[in-house]
């Protein structure tokens, strides 16, 4: 592990805990409703992420997985209370499908195939906030996906060891990210424009 590694993975862990400042503001203002199901599974992911990769060498790249870990259960634990309330049959077979995706995890035991799968899983748990975020932009925070973008670059370039067990799953988070930013900024302009 080099000096440069360690650096860039506590620039990548900074950026993702400012990332996550105005989430946690937006919720106690009211302004951000999260996806329960999507944060709840985003926790439990990136936590077997996190083990993967140390499991495989991944180093400080694997730094953002545990911060990001504790930062979307904290959003989880607050999303039953002041989050998304109109859970669809859409969100429960999402979330049934990254639950399904967990006990495939746990009956491997090669890596890969965990990466794999828990990125497939993680795809499912975005998918009701995605639904909720075409219906409803302005309850999401732009900047949280934003930042996460850079944060999951910066891991990836933070791996002691790169392969495609210790990136996939940053890879796949940092594009999931940039469709999500995409989706709220596209969402957000017709809605605008509708209302002229």
């Known amino acids: 592990m080099t000096n440069s590694h360690e650096t ?11 990332g996550y400042i105005p989430y946690y503001r937006n919720i106690f ?12 599974g985003f926790s439990i992911l990136n936590g077997i992420t996190f083990f993967a990769q140390v ?33 669809t049959v859409f969100d429960w077979a999402c979330f049934i499908g990254a639950l399904i995706g967990i006990i495939l995890w746990k009956l491997t035991s090669n890596p890969l195939s965990a990466v794999v799968i828990v990125t497939i899983a993680d795809f499912l748990a975005l998918l009701p906030t995605y639904r ?9 925070t732009a900047t949280l996906y934003a930042m996460s973008v850079f944060k999951y670059l910066l891991s990836i370039f933070a791996l002691t060891t790169f ?8 890879i796949a988070i940092t594009l999931y990210n940039v469709s999500v930013v995409v989706l709220l900024v596209v969402r957000r302009r017709r809605l605008v424009t509708k209302a002229i």
């Open 132 to 140: 909720k975020a075409f219906l409803r932009p302005h309850e999401e």
């Open 163 to 170: 392969s495609l067990t210790t990136a996939l799953f940053p």
């Open 29 to 40: 203002r009211g302004t951000t409703k999260p996806h329960p199901f999507t944060w709840l």
């Open 8 to 18: 860039i993975g506590l620039i990548a862990v900074i950026i993702g805990v400012i």
């Open 55 to 87: 499991a495989t060498g991944g180093g400080p790249g694997a730094w953002v997985s545990v911060i990001t870990t504790i930062a979307t259960l904290g959003i989880a634990i607050l999303a039953f209370q002041k989050g998304e309330k109109r859970i």
